[in-house]
Nanobody, 126 residues
Framework: QVQLVESGGGLVQAGGSLRLSCTASARAFSRYGMAWFRQAPGKEREFVAG????????SYPDSVKGRFTISRDNARNTASLQMNSLKPEDTATYYCAADRSSYTYPPVEASTYDYWGQGTQVTVSL
């Protein structure tokens, strides 16, 4: 069983930055694809960023491309999400997810991911 723990959420003004971190308990962390999703009240869970097991491929939706950057450190079992130029519409609970299938390209469907963190709140004010 893999446990994922997110940290780094908080309140920030529009235009500001936050960095989220996800620490995994997995022994074979380097085999897992990692991703970040978010969910705002009353909305479906949305793919935000993904990185494959090797760190050689990343994926972003247009809504965050150029503002968010996902990275991973396999030696420290961590995945991070750097969020810049934040907007009020980025307000949501952000979830870290792990996929044990070692896809070359990060999947965007939430159903593909096997393990989830508890979430961390990000609030962007005007």
């Amino acid at each position: 069983q893999v446990q994922l723990v997110e940290s780094g959420g908080g309140l920030v003004q529009a235009g500001g930055s936050l960095r989220l971190s996800c620490t995994a308990s997995a022994r074979a962390f380097s085999r897992y694809g990692m991703a970040w999703f978010r969910q705002a009240p009353g909305k479906e869970r949305e793919f935000v960023a993904g990185i494959n097991y090797a760190g050689s491929r990343t994926s972003y939706p247009d809504s965050v491309k150029g503002r968010f950057t996902i990275s991973r450190d396999n030696a420290r079992n961590t995945a991070s999400l750097q969020m810049n130029s934040l907007k009020p519409e980025d307000t949501a609970t952000y979830y870290c997810a792990a996929d044990r299938s070692s896809y070359t390209y990060p999947p965007v469907e939430a159903s593909t991911y096997d393990y989830w963190g508890q979430g961390t709140q990000v609030t962007v004010s005007l």
